[in-house]
């Protein structure tokens, strides 16, 4: 029987543990928090939902669903209320609707973004030119920034794709690798010339929904929250295999196997996944080899925070847009982002009160992370009555602060990733998982969970 231990309790380690389970091999999971399920943790107050991290996934990423499937939690999923679908973005001292048919950063409908004011002329010319504009032949890596002042223009890339494509990394995007963080788009120009015919393409190529197939939207989440994901994974894998509130100090080798150096002493597998944030793994991983420490260690993060507020709708008396807004970096504001949770979910504020979550840092005035609790409140209620006129007193405030939580995928990402790959592959019975590597979101967090399982099964 195969001995495992993995190290770190979030998503890609409750991915990798199902796995195994399903393969009939038992693990246990070390996670340095008393109770801690990694980034996904929500919060009930009254009949207020709070999702502290993640508030959903992309079905199109398929393995989040295979594991919900896996572990019984179907009749949990959630779709976002549709009808109410838009973001906005503020621009010049009004809200502008991101026009129908962009996808991503990517006009595919020609009326809507002719009639949007988002965009100048000039700029609208400027992203038709994506048509006619030729391929780049260079196969080595790109900044966001380059890859879309070269395909659609720079004011696309300052209202549209820094606030909506890079603002998902939480990067800048004069340094984050477009081949790490979107491949799909390099894809596409490889492919196609133009993004633009690449999206209608694709769009055609879709194929209509099964009948009787369960409804989806583009985000999902779960009815109880994001939490419940976490909580079904650990169900399924049986929670004696938990040792919660065990830090793992250090990884050596132990003959064939792997030694963990605990608090209260030392235990031995044969294998062990590392599923802990790139800069705790290099700690873990330093006096084993110091040049793969060095390479997880230079790995860059960004830290964020969000503050939940709770409002009666009666106290609301302006107009909330669509699913919330977005704030383009060259507005220079404080606040990156609204989303009005009880909105975009059901289930998430009593039938009289309206749920609201904004953003700070990530990349971005990342100093108002450390605001204390009461200026941070007052800075994102001043943001909220200066864009949407929301004056309310809330009656619920939540404060969340993520420091270091985001790796930011830099140009060269995908080489360093390899590199580090190789010298773990020297390492019998060493695995890596987790949103270091090679995707941040939660479907690819699951995917290198599984990844690791299969290795295991097949060493
Ligand atoms: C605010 C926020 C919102 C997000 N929103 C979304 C979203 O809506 N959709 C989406 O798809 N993604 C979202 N993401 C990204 C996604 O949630 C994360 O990338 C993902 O959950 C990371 O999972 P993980 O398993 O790699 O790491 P983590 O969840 O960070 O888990 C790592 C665990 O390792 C533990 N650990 C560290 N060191 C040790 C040690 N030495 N010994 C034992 N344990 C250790 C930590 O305590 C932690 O629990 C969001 C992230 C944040 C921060």
Redesign the pocket.
Same mark, same amino acid.
């Given at each position: 029987m195969k001995r495992v231990a993995i190290?770190?309790?979030?998503?890609?380690?409750?991915g990798c543990a199902v796995a195994l389970k399903e393969r009939g091999i038992a693990c246990t999971i070390?996670?340095?928090?008393r109770g801690?399920?990694?980034?996904?943790r929500t919060e009930r107050a009254g009949a207020f939902l709070i999702e502290?991290?993640?508030?959903?996934?992309?079905p199109e990423k398929p393995w989040?669903l295979e594991l919900i499937r896996t572990i019984g939690l179907e009749h949990e999923l959630l779709c976002s209320n549709d009808e109410h679908k838009g973001t906005y973005i503020w621009s010049r001292g009004r809200l502008h609707r991101l026009p129908d048919g962009v996808a991503l950063m990517v006009p595919t409908m020609i009326g809507p973004m002719l009639r949007s004011r988002l965009i100048s002329w000039r700029g609208k010319l400027r992203m038709g030119l994506d048509l006619v504009v030729r391929r780049r032949r260079d196969e080595s890596d790109e900044s966001l920034e380059s890859f879309v002042t070269r395909r659609l223009g720079r004011e696309c890339l300052d209202k549209i794709a820094e606030p909506l494509v890079a603002g998902i990394h939480t990067s800048n995007p004069d340094n984050m690798s477009v081949r790490a963080t979107f491949p799909r788009f390099v894809e596409m120009e490889r492919k196609h010339r133009s993004l633009i015919r690449a999206m209608l393409a694709a769009k055609k190529r879709m194929p209509p929904p099964k009948p009787g197939a369960r409804p989806m939207t583009y985000?999902m989440s779960l009815r109880s929250g994001?939490q419940a994901l976490a909580d079904g994974c650990a169900a399924f894998v049986g929670r004696d295999a938990f040792r919660s509130g065990?830090?793992?100090?250090r990884l050596a080798r132990a003959g064939d196997g792997w030694r963990l150096a605990l608090d209260d002493g030392k235990a031995t597998f044969d294998h062990v996944v590392c599923?802990?944030?790139s800069y705790?793994a290099a700690?873990?991983l330093g006096e084993l080899d110091g040049g793969l420490a060095a390479a997880m260690a230079a790995i860059e993060w960004s830290s964020?925070a969000?503050v939940s507020l709770g409002f009666r709708r009666e106290d609301v008396r302006v107009e909330l847009p669509g699913f919330g807004f977005i704030v383009p970096r060259v507005e220079d504001r404080r606040i990156n982002a609204t989303t009005w949770s009880s909105i975009k979910w059901s289930h998430r504020a009593p039938d009289d009160h309206v749920l609201v979550r904004a953003?700070v840092g990530g990349g971005h005035h990342e100093e108002l992370v450390e605001l204390g609790d009461e200026d941070l409140v007052r800075v994102l209620r001043e943001e909220l009555r200066s864009i949407v006129g929301l004056e309310a007193e809330p009656v619920l405030t939540r404060i969340?602060r993520?420091p270091r939580?985001?790796p930011k995928y830099t140009v060269g990402h995908l080489e360093r990733i390899e590199a580090i790959e190789g010298r773990v592959r020297a390492f019998a019975g060493l695995h890596l $998982?987790?949103?270091?590597y090679r995707g941040?979101?939660?479907?690819d $967090?699951v995917h290198?969970?599984f990844e690791a399982a299969k290795a295991i099964a097949g060493a």
């Open positions: 190290v770190g309790g979030g998503i890609a380690a409750l070390f996670e340095k928090e801690g399920a990694g980034k996904l502290a991290g993640p508030d959903s996934f992309l989040t985000f994001m065990t830090p793992v100090r599923a802990v944030p705790d700690g873990l964020s969000n953003f969340h993520w939580s985001m $998982c987790g949103c270091s941040i979101g939660i479907g $967090c290198s969970g």
